[in-house]
C-alpha cells in the first residue's frame, strides 16, 4: 500500500465544471501536506500548501483533515489551462517529500 | 525568479555507459533533492544534500552517486547504465521554511 494514495482517474469533466480530487496518507507523523501539478513531461509545480483550517486559492481550494488524514483539492470554474495530472504530496519532519501516484485532469470544451 | 537550473535537458546513452546530471539550485537554497520519475510513476526521491553534506538517502541504486558542491550545485553520477534508468530525473532545491521547487528535469533515455 502506498503511503500516499490518490484516484488516478481520469476525470474527464467539461468546462465550467467543480471537480474534487481526494488524498489519503498513512503517516500520522505527516509535517506538512501540498498540491502539486504535473502537466506532461514537465516538472511538478506547487500549487498551493493545505492547511486544516482549510485555504482558497481563487478557484482552487484545498482542505486537510488530521484525524481521517485526508487532504482534499476542490476545482470550481474549470478551465481547459486546469487539465494535467494533481499530485497530492505530503511532508515529513525531515522535510522528504512523499508523493501520491497522482489524478488526471482533462477538461473538455 | 530564479528557478532551478538542469543540465543537459535531454540525454541519450547506451547500455553500460555513464551520466552526469548537474542541477544549479535557486540563490540560497542550501538543500538539494534528487528524484527519479519513469513513465507513468510518480517522483521517486534518490538522495539530497544539505549544506554540501548527503542528508538523506532514497531508493538510489548503487550505480549511483551524487555529490553537492561548494557553489551548492549538484551533479548526479550514472555509471553502468541499465535500460530501467531511462526515466525523467529532476532536481529540487529547497530554502530555510520553504518548500521544495523542481527544475525541469533531465529526461535520459538509455538504448
Known amino acids: 500500500r502506498k503511503e500516499v494514495e490518490q484516484d488516478p482517474g481520469p476525470f474527464n469533466v467539461p468546462e465550467g465544471a467543480t471537480v474534487a480530487f481526494n488524498c489519503t496518507y498513512s503517516n500520522s507523523a505527516s509535517q506538512s501536506f501540498f498540491w502539486y501539478r504535473q502537466d506532461c513531461r514537465k516538472e511538478p509545480k506547487l500549487l498551493m500548501s493545505v492547511y486544516s483550517s482549510g485555504n482558497e486559492d481563487g478557484r482552487f481550494t484545498a482542505q486537510l483533515n488530521r484525524a481521517s488524514q485526508y487532504i482534499s483539492l476542490l476545482i470550481r470554474d474549470s478551465k481547459l489551462s486546469d487539465s494535467a495530472t494533481y499530485l497530492c504530496v505530503v511532508e515529513d519532519a525531515g522535510n522528504m517529500l512523499t508523493f501520491g501516484g497522482g489524478t488526471r485532469l482533462m477538461v473538455k470544451p | 525568479a530564479a528557478g532551478v537550473i538542469q543540465s543537459p535537458r535531454h540525454l541519450i546513452k547506451e547500455k553500460r555507459e555513464t551520466a552526469t546530471l548537474k542541477c544549479y539550485p535557486i540563490?540560497?537554497?542550501?538543500?538539494v533533492y534528487w528524484y527519479q520519475q519513469g513513465p507513468g510513476q510518480d517522483p521517486q526521491f534518490l538522495i539530497s544534500f544539505y549544506e554540501k553534506m548527503q542528508s538523506d538517502k532514497g531508493s538510489i541504486p548503487d550505480r549511483f552517486s551524487a555529490q553537492q558542491f561548494s557553489d551548492y550545485h549538484s551533479e548526479l553520477n550514472m555509471s553502468s547504465l541499465e535500460l530501467g534508468d531511462s526515466a525523467l530525473y529532476f532536481c529540487?532545491?529547497?530554502?530555510?521554511?520553504?518548500?521544495?521547487?523542481f527544475g525541469p528535469g533531465t529526461r535520459l533515455l538509455v538504448l
Open positions: 529540487a532545491s529547497r530554502g530555510q521554511g520553504e518548500t521544495q521547487y
Open positions: 540563490p540560497r537554497h542550501d538543500t
